[in-house]
């Protein structure tokens, strides 16, 4: 949330080691300002790349293909966003999962694309207020599109100190809180 505010900035939520491989290497050769978010605590367990990449600006990377809904994920929460589309693919939901990579500048193409579903949901591990979710909003908006959205996040609360996976289930960020706020949200929109 602080980031985006800053003019000429930009901003990487890797998902992942490797991508925080292809983060770093991203930033380094690109210069100029540049931040990357990467939580604290143990990573998803994935190789790391011998050759880094330069990351296309803007660019975010389809993880799981679905119409009904479009999960717009950042960061670790697009481990999370993959469990809950699985979740919801046993209910009859499809879920499209994407690692958005970039909070700043957003991929206005996956944004346009989310539209096209029945419900947008943007699901970050930081703050709701000012994140990457209101981007998503504000980018909605800049296109003259209008979907129902859904943004999942950390409301406006201090969150305590603890184990990360269950800070996230309790603040409802985990996959079964996810696909229920996603079930949930589907359902009052019938």
């Known amino acids: 949330a602080f980031m985006r505010m800053i003019p000429h900035m930009r901003v990487l939520a890797p998902s992942n080691e490797a991508e925080l491989v292809h983060a770093l290497h991203t930033a380094l050769a690109l210069g100029g300002p540049f931040a990357v978010r990467y939580p604290r605590g143990a990573g998803e367990g994935v190789a790391v790349p011998q050759e880094p990449e ?11 293909k679905g119409d009904d809904v479009a999960i717009l994920a950042f960061g670790r ?29 957003l991929d206005a193409k996956a944004v346009s694309r989310a539209a096209k579903t029945k419900l947008v949901v943007t ?24 979907a129902p959205v859904l943004n999942l996040g950390i409301q406006d609360t201090f969150v305590p100190q603890g184990k990360t996976d269950l800070l996230l289930r309790d603040l409802g960020l985990d996959a079964e809180g996810i696909a229920a706020s996603i079930e949930e949200r589907l359902a009052r929109s019938r």
Not at 54 to 63: I, R
Not at 79 to 105: N, Q, T
Not at 123 to 146: D, H, K, N, S, T
């Open 123 to 146: 699901v970050e591990g930081g703050v709701i207020a000012g994140g990457a979710g209101e981007g998503v909003l504000g980018e909605l908006a800049r296109q003259g599109l209008q």
């Open 77 to 105: 929460m697009v481990g999370r966003a993959l469990g809950a589309a699985e979740l919801l693919a046993e209910r009859g939901i499809e879920a499209r999962v994407v690692d958005m990579r970039w909070v700043k500048p």
């Open 54 to 64: 330069v990351l296309v600006v803007g660019k975010a990377n389809v993880v799981r």
